[in-house]
T-cell receptor
Framework: DQQVKQNSPSLSVQEGRISILNCDYTNSMFDYFLWYKKYPAEGPTFLISISSIKDKNEDGRFTVFLNKSAKHLSLHIVPSQPGDSAVYFCAASFSTQGGSEKLVFGKGTKLTVNP | KAGVTQTPRYLIKTRGQQVTLSCSPISGHRSVSWYQQTPGQGLQFLFEYFSETQRNKGNFPGRFSGRQFSNSRSEMNVSTLELGDSALYLC???????????FGPGTRLLVL
């Protein structure tokens, strides 16, 4: 059961344009959402996050939007740069019965930014 | 501050063997989580350790096990290796919980 879904395995955009990466989730208990970026041969690195009580969080060229009613979040990168080419993972966390938080990842979207 | 380190970086084993992977978290981090990444499956959660106790567990068979030591270093073990265990195994540490995990570079395991 895929609780976090990234339906686009790949995305290609031109340098300078906007990149929009989408993510859908099914579990209403998720209370925190994160985006990670992964280059080949490296571990994922944290990019940006958003709490479920917000609908937007911005950090430089990166903005994450959360639509709780649609159970959908998106990552906008403006303007896109060739160095942004990587695999982007959407992740969501929820609190377990024991009080800890569990992180669930999507399958990732490979973004290619063409010069 | 040093990042998360994982050893070894690459490993080749044959079916039926067992393997132990090691992870050293960022200094001060007490939570260590392990993930398996395979093409098309994304990152699948294996387990999380906090203060030497397994706190969460994913849906993997009992062949996958782990432990955490008093210095927060963690090991994961896979026994009776199968071809399908070939993957990148990632370790992540965080200060307390899953708020922001910091990943190591991973150990790429190939099972022949």
């Amino acid at each position: 059961d895929q609780q976090v879904k990234q339906n686009s395995p790949s995305l290609s955009v031109q340098e300078g344009r906007i990149s929009i990466l989408n993510c859908d989730y099914t579990n209403s208990m998720f209370d925190y959402f994160l985006w990670y970026k992964k280059y080949p041969a490296e571990g994922p690195t944290f990019l940006i996050s958003i709490s479920s009580i917000k609908d937007k969080n911005e950090d430089g060229r990166f903005t994450v939007f959360l639509n709780k009613s649609a159970k959908h979040l998106s990552l906008h990168i403006v303007p896109s740069q060739p160095g942004d080419s990587a695999v982007y993972f959407c992740a969501a966390s929820f609190s377990t019965q024991g009080g800890s938080e569990k992180l669930v990842f999507g399958k990732g979207t490979k973004l290619t930014v063409n010069p | 501050k040093a990042g998360v380190t994982q050893t070894p970086r690459y490993l080749i084993k044959t079916r039926g063997q067992q393997v132990t992977l090691s992870c050293s978290p960022i200094s001060g981090h007490r939570s260590v989580s392990w993930y398996q990444q395979t093409p098309g499956q994304g990152l699948q959660f294996l387990f999380e350790y906090f203060s030497e106790t397994q706190r969460n567990k994913g849906n993997f068979p009992g062949r996958f096990s782990g432990r955490q030591f008093s210095n927060s270093r963690s090991e994961m073990n896979v026994s009776t290796l199968e071809l399908g265990d070939s993957a990148l195994y990632l370790c992540a540490s965080s200060f307390g919980s899953a708020e922001t995990q910091y990943f190591g570079p991973g150990t790429r395991l190939l099972v022949l």
